[in-house]
């Protein structure tokens, strides 16, 4: 097999375990672009990106070029004579980078494209109580996440799978398919498809705060799977009231069951040994939140050092 020079783009954990399946390859990375470090924390400590790290301890060619227009950067990238680039959880690249190799350069997207484009995949499958989702790589072009797709694999989505564990999942999943996409370019055998037009496609867009807000007036099954598409980050909220005080409260996880209760959504059942909110046809059932102010817990936890069950509700 014709082994490729490749040069890898990527930043977190996600990108950083395709990063490793490459170097255990056939195929030889010959520079590794990565997110400039930042400094966080009360005493500004430096933090490089999981790849950066990664590729530190291989001793391979690391690039952190602020802007990709950068005509020293691009040099330098060039004269690497790459023959395809890898992109893994990654910022846009401009035109003048991605046509660069002879090969082209592709992407790994975690969902079965066309559906979720975007850049929360995992997390919009699971909120939408998808049964299935899986990876894809794709040839980059100037449009989001629509360039022609090269191979995809696909896997089960447990039903009390959360956000965090299909991530993890896919991780592994998107490595060894991105090994597998090298190791098809390389013999020349892959045939790349035009994506699927969708008249209505799925989409899963950036997620912010406001997006996370619980919704109690939905099927009591929605919440529960729109909780599990959230944790155990940025994870699902909402807002409680105690002795007057607002505060919000983050939902890691739950169980939930259909009723017919005539209970107004958002009414929430308090006691010593239960913590159930009303939704549009049943209970959900918290088992892991967090308080604000305070650290993650158990329900049983929080509910043993709770006093005021007559002054709390949500709003």
Do not use: C
Not at 38 to 63: C, D, M, P, W
Not at 92 to 115: C, Q, R, V, W, Y
Not at 176 to 204: C, M, R, S, Y
Not at 226 to 231: H, I, K, Y
Request: aromatic residues 10%.
């Amino acid at each position: 097999m014709k082994n490729l020079k490749v040069v890898f783009f990527g930043t977190p954990e996600f990108a950083k375990n395709s990063l490793e399946a490459i170097f255990h390859s056939n195929h030889k990375i010959v520079g590794v672009v990565t997110v400039a470090d930042k400094q966080s924390g009360r005493g500004q400590k430096t933090n490089s990106s999981a790849v950066k790290k990664y590729a530190e301890e291989q001793g391979l060619k690391i690039f952190q070029p602020l802007k990709l227009r950068d005509p020293n950067f691009l040099e330098e990238i060039q004269n690497l004579e790459a023959d395809v680039f890898v992109v893994v959880a990654f910022r846009m690249m401009p035109k003048i980078l991605f046509e660069m190799p002879k090969l082209g350069t592709f992407n790994l997207h975690a969902s079965l494209l066309p559906d979720y484009r975007g850049a929360a995949p995992i997390n919009y499958a699971i909120m939408n109580g998808e049964t299935k989702t899986g990876a894809t790589t794709f040839f980059i072009n100037e449009k989001i996440d629509e360039g022609n797709i090269l191979l995809q694999e696909s896997l089960a989505i447990s039903p009390t799978e959360n956000a965090g564990e299909l991530h993890d999942r896919l991780m592994h999943l998107g490595a060894n398919l991105i090994v597998k996409t090298l190791d098809g370019l390389a013999e020349n055998n892959i045939t790349e498809k035009l994506q699927p037009i969708v008249e209505h496609p799925k989409n899963a867009f950036k997620i912010f705060k406001d997006d996370t807000r619980i919704n109690w007036n939905l099927p009591v099954e929605s919440v529960y799977n729109f909780v599990r598409g959230l944790s155990p980050y940025p994870a699902a909220f909402t807002t409680i009231k105690i002795n007057g005080e607002e505060k919000n409260l983050k939902i890691f996880a739950g169980t939930f069951e259909e009723n017919n209760n005539s209970l107004i959504p958002g009414t929430l059942l308090i006691s010593k040994k239960d913590f159930n909110i009303s939704t549009k046809n049943g209970i959900y059932k918290p088992t892991e939140i967090q308080l604000e102010g305070k650290k993650r817990m158990s329900v049983k936890d929080f509910l043993n050092g709770f006093r005021d069950f007559e002054n709390i509700e949500i709003i």
